[in-house]
Nanobody
Framework: QVQLVESGGGLVQSGGSLRLSCAGS????????MGWFRQAPGKEREFVAA????????YYADSVKGRFTISRDNAKNTMYLQMNSLKPEDTAVYYC????????????????WGQGTQVTVSS
């Protein structure tokens, strides 16, 4: 089974940037759609961005459009989330996930999850 490990989180000032990485443990990583979600304390897990396995389609939450970019390097079994112009409201634990089927926007469509990485944006 594919295992996913996120890294790259940390503390950054408002307006700063971070790049999250999600490393997959298996070559099957390259044949599935992948997504990023986040969860802030006391809130539900929410969709951030996703990318189809082919890379032809990408999806973003309205709150991050123009600021975040999802990409993947299939040769390295790694997906990335470049986050620019960060805001305090972006503070959350960020998770990467592998999609099984269904809507890219719903966490219910994903069956494999990483452990999460904390992103904290100070004002």
């Amino acid at each position: 089974q594919v295992q996913l490990v996120e890294s790259g989180g940390g503390l950054v000032q408002s307006g700063g940037s971070l790049r999250l990485s999600c490393a997959g443990s298996d070559r099957t990583f390259t044949s599935v759609g992948m997504g990023w979600f986040r969860q802030a304390p006391g809130k539900e897990r929410e969709f951030v961005a996703a990318r189809s396995w082919s890379g032809y389609s990408t999806y973003y939450a309205d709150s991050v459009k123009g600021r975040f970019t999802i990409s993947r390097d299939n040769a390295k079994n790694t997906m990335y989330l470049q986050m620019n112009s960060l805001k305090p409201e972006d503070t959350a634990v960020y998770y990467c996930a592998a999609r099984a089927s269904g809507s890219y926007y719903s966490p219910l469509s994903y069956d494999i999850w990483g452990q999460g990485t904390q992103v904290t944006v100070s004002s």
